[in-house]
């Protein structure tokens, strides 16, 4: 059932939005709505409005996040797709085909993959990650739109048939350097897990790895797409040139959004 119309213009929403409030929730309003839309019973609602007034995070509470206008699922303990990286989807579609091959490394959710194939034409896609909770909530959102879903380190678990035939990939890597993951926010430092969080000492540790070895699963031409903060671009665009890949650098200051894109040469001397 939905209590949204019997419960928002009475002193049960206002008693929501205050306690919401109080716990720092600044669009408590928008927050109250989404909870009484959520909720099945008041019993279920109240348990939901104590859960984020905690601190839980809105999103794990309610069971899903909007990215690219869809309904990702989430859970407790999975990284929460942030709107920045919308940005890094609108420049894989970009250079993406129809029936491009596509792999999301370090997927969490799903959401990348899922996004790109709502927007491309018959993608096969294939996501990874590391943690078995983030695995399970891939599995939900991937295979719900034809992808295939891996648990285990980075290339690790993708078949080797794939090697050399990657048109896109894209990797929203873990990139906070482990001594500012004490500085972020509550809800992602003390909710989400910090193998989704946690870049190593200069926070580019994973990016170093996924480029070390992307030439040998890219096809000739294909992209490598990892967001990483305006400050360390300049390092990201040196591990790419590194390992023999073209870099470019793309930013959306509306999102606050920095993606380097690397080209494997379509043709190598």
């Known amino acids: 059932m939905d ?3 019997v419960f928002q213009g009475d002193a049960l929403f206002s008693n929501i939005v205050t306690r919401l409030r109080a716990a720092g929730c600044v669009f408590a309003e ?14 279920d609602l109240a348990v939901m409005v104590d859960r984020r007034a905690a601190g839980l995070p809105l999103e794990h509470v309610i069971g899903w996040a909007e990215f690219c206008g869809l309904r990702i699922a989430v859970e407790p303990g999975v990284f929460v797709p942030r709107l920045r990286t919308e940005f890094l989807v609108s420049q894989a579609a970009a250079l993406a085909r129809s029936s491009a091959v596509v792999v999301d490394l370090c997927c969490g959710s799903g959401a990348l993959g899922a996004a790109l194939a709502a927007s491309l034409e018959r993608i096969e896609l294939h996501s990874v990650d590391i943690d078995p909770a983030a ?3 891939a599995h939900r959102n991937v295979t719900a739109v034809g992808g295939h879903v891996y648990e285990g380190d980075l290339y690790e678990p993708l078949p080797a048939i794939l090697r050399g035939r990657v048109d896109v990939l894209v990797a929203n890597v873990p990139y906070v350097p482990t001594e500012a993951i004490r500085l972020l926010p509550p809800e992602a430092r003390l909710h989400e897990a910090r193998v989704a ?3 190593g000492t200069d926070g580019l540790d994973v990016q170093r790895r996924v480029a070390a070895e992307a030439p040998l699963w890219l096809a000739p031409g294909g992209h490598l797409l990892i ?5 360390q671009a300049p390092q990201t665009v040196g591990i790419f040139a590194h390992n023999g890949l073209i870099p470019q650098v793309v930013s959306s200051e509306e999102l606050d959004a920095t993606v380097v894109i690397g080209t494997r040469p379509a043709f190598q001397s």
């Open 3 to 5: 209590f949204c119309g």
């Open 30 to 43: 928008d927050e109250a709505r989404l909870l009484i839309s959520a909720a099945r019973t008041p019993d």
């Open 135 to 137: 695995v399970r909530c």
């Open 197 to 199: 969080l946690d870049g």
């Open 227 to 231: 967001e990483t903060s305006e400050r």
